[in-house]
């Protein structure tokens, strides 16, 4: 017997499958507004329109480092991103309404980074709820999400639909 979804299920799913018109071959993050029950908006991340993604101009990959808790000692590791793309959370922020944002809550695939959580914490925007782990802001973003008072919660049971997650190169 297969039974109903539940609406953190059925939205995280919309979340999901808006990841799969990403073009950037390095991440597939995927947002959507949602107000009570009701659907707002749906986001990807991606390059302004009119301009070449990554798909076809190659991601714009940026170096950085990065300080990393390995066994408990703090080590310096490089790490590679991607700038072309404007992220899932801001192009939800972009089409959306202040109005439609006010105590809504957002869904998306992966904990925003500290960008998108600071402009999302002066949203409107009341409860966030995402997937995947993305621990180098974490520590940041809870703080935030904490002094702001917004729930800001981690579906760890959940698993994607069947074809649509993507690899994500480090
Ligand atoms: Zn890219
Ligand atoms: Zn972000």
Not at 20 to 41: D, E, F, I, Y
Not at 114 to 125: E, H, K, Q, V
Request: charged share 25%; with cysteine.
């Amino acid at each position: 017997m297969t039974s109903r979804k539940d609406w953190d299920t059925y939205f995280m799913d919309i979340a999901y499958m808006a990841s799969t018109r990403s073009q950037c071959s390095r991440r597939h993050v995927g947002a959507v507004l949602v107000q009570g029950k009701k659907l707002l908006g749906t986001a990807y991340n991606g390059a302004p329109m009119g301009i070449p993604d990554c798909l076809e101009a190659g991601c714009m990959l940026v170096e950085e480092i990065e300080l990393k808790l390995q066994d408990g000692k703090e080590e310096l590791v490089r790490k590679q991103r991607c700038i072309r793309t404007i992220h899932a959370e801001q192009n939800l922020l972009l089409f959306t309404d202040r109005e439609d944002r006010e105590g809504s809550t957002v869904y998306v695939t992966d904990q925003p980074c500290w960008t998108c959580a600071n402009m999302l914490a002066n949203s409107g925007i009341t409860e966030i709820v995402y997937h995947r782990a993305y621990p180098k802001d974490s520590d940041k973003v809870i703080d935030l999400m904490t002094h702001r008072g917004m729930i800001f919660r981690c579906m760890e049971a959940y698993e994607p639909p069947h074809g649509v997650i993507m690899e994500v190169s480090n």
